[in-house]
């Protein structure tokens, strides 16, 4: 499409007259009318102002071959970006709100059911998660280096972490104090399950933080 065309087309989508659209640029009507002839061209400072007032770029208005302001590279790749941002944000809340009601699942199967299998089954689904994150994440990256996709993909596996570890540690601190020779009460047992749980998220924590910078 033409200069010519695209001054034109926009100015009747903004439903301005030539007079109007002068008056806008500071330039005279019969300028407009030529411009959107094809008989004379507006100069870069009229250009820049065409692009300001109708929200286009200028590389739209000067590029023969761009039918719209969307087939701009530069604007394309912003569109995409964006709708990726909106995939991993959409992802690692709905991820995140299943981890959350996999903890109320997993309190509720060890300390109201006290089911050791129902409890596992909890585990299961925070890895089930945890591999539907990564495998959106791979899908839907733009950028291995995309900052954007990196603060998900971090601060995810963080959240996950946390909500997630302290069961797995807890079933297995159970199989190691089964072989401990001496009696123990059960508020000693879990004050160490909570210590451990504790120190070995913030070491996971500290890991994650140093392999995202």
């Not at 008989?39 to 250009?47: G, H, K, R, Y």
């Not at 065409?50 to 590029?63: A, E, H, P, R």
């Not at 719209?68 to 709708?83: F, G, L, N, Q, R």
């Not at 109201?112 to 899908?139: D, H, K, P, W």
Request: net charge positive.
């Amino acid at each position: 499409m033409k200069l010519a065309d695209k001054i034109l087309n926009l100015r009747k989508t903004y439903g301005m007259s030539q007079d109007d659209l002068a008056e806008k640029l500071n330039v005279s009507r019969q300028a407009i009318s030529r411009w959107e002839m094809g008989t004379a061209q507006p100069d870069t400072s009229n250009v820049l102002q065409l692009s300001k007032l109708f929200g286009v770029t200028t590389d739209y208005l000067l590029n023969d071959d761009y039918e719209s302001d969307h087939d701009v590279p530069a604007v394309k790749e912003t569109e995409i970006t964006t709708k990726a941002e909106a995939h991993r944000q959409l992802a690692f809340i709905l991820l995140t709100g299943l981890n959350v009601m996999i903890l109320f699942h997993q309190l509720i199967a060890c300390f109201v059911l006290q089911n050791a299998i129902f409890s596992l089954a909890g585990t299961m689904l925070s890895i089930a998660a945890v591999i539907g994150f990564e495998s959106g994440y791979r899908y839907r990256k733009i950028a291995p280096e995309s900052e954007s996709a990196k603060k998900y993909y971090y601060k995810f596996y963080v959240i996950a972490f946390w909500l997630a570890a302290y069961f797995p540690i807890r079933l297995l601190a159970n199989v190691a104090m089964m072989l401990y020779p001496r009696s123990y009460t059960g508020l000693i047992f879990e004050i160490i399950v909570v210590l451990v749980y504790l120190l070995i998220s913030i070491l996971v924590t500290q890991l994650i933080k140093k392999k995202s910078k």
